[in-house]
């Protein structure tokens, strides 16, 4: 059981705006930032987004996080094939949990 | 462009210790933290623990009594240890760079360990 909830699935079209959701408590999630991972079919995870909503270098801006309390939220807009993939949340955790959690991840399928 | 290379057997016995390293080439094991995640086959990911070069670590609570995590800045490497093994501890294991600002952003390739007889 993560410690950070995430919808097991998801899916969209081409072209489409998809959102996927991370909820958390206040001694993660409410009071630290949160990271978005991607993980292709096989491969390592790799960073999507950081501190809420800053992008590395080389990742598309039709990747956006935002952050609301003790959640926070990774949105897609124009979906494309490439985008199949599992989405993890993670965050620092300030109670005995942690000092990192992640979320169980959601499934990204492109329909 | 760093890159992490994870290392050591495939296969481990029940009860015994599961042992990896995790070799770091175009960074320095001497900045950042350094840290070791797992996944089991069909599942999320789970952070085990991190270390710092100077040999401070943080472990994951549920795993404080089994786990050691060293480091070997000499080598630019990185390891960890697993007691007291059991199927529940199969699975993949990753080795990441660690850093406030972007938690993991490099990642190894990741090497999957079976525990079995």
């Known amino acids: 059981q993560s410690v950070l909830t995430q919808a097991p699935s998801a899916s969209g079209t081409p072209g489409q705006r998809v959102t996927i959701s991370c909820s958390g408590s206040?001694?993660?999630?409410?009071?630290?930032?949160v990271y978005w991972y991607q993980q292709l079919p096989g491969t390592a995870p790799q960073l999507l987004i950081y501190?809420?909503?800053q992008r590395p270098s080389g990742v598309p801006d039709r990747f956006s996080g935002s952050k609301s309390g003790t959640s926070a939220s990774l949105a897609i807009s124009g979906l494309r094939s490439e985008d199949e993939a599992d989405y993890y949340c993670?965050?620092?955790?300030?109670?005995?949990?942690?000092?990192?959690?992640f979320g169980g991840g959601t499934k990204l399928t492109v329909l | 462009q760093v890159q992490l290379q994870v290392s050591g057997p495939g296969l481990v016995k029940p009860s015994e210790t599961l042992s990896l390293t995790c070799t770091v080439s175009?960074?320095?094991?001497?900045?950042?933290?350094w840290s070791w995640i797992r996944q089991p086959p069909g599942k999320g990911l789970e952070w085990l623990g991190y270390?710092?070069?100077?040999?401070?670590?943080n472990i994951n609570p549920s795993l404080r009594s089994r786990l050691t995590i060293s480091i070997d800045t000499s080598k630019n490497q990185f390891s960890l240890k697993l007691n007291s093994v059991t199927s529940a501890d199969t699975a993949v294991y990753y080795c990441?760079?660690?850093?406030?600002?972007?938690?993991?952003?490099?990642w190894g390739q990741g090497t999957l360990v079976t525990v079995s007889a």
């Open positions: 206040s001694s993660n999630i409410g009071n630290n930032y």
């Open positions: 990441a760079r660690t850093t406030l600002v972007n938690l993991f952003d490099s």
């Open positions: 270390i710092f070069y100077t040999g401070t670590t």
């Open positions: 501190r809420n909503d």
């Open positions: 175009g960074d320095s094991t001497s900045s950042y933290y």
């Open positions: 993670a965050a620092w955790d300030d109670s005995v949990t942690g000092p990192v959690v």
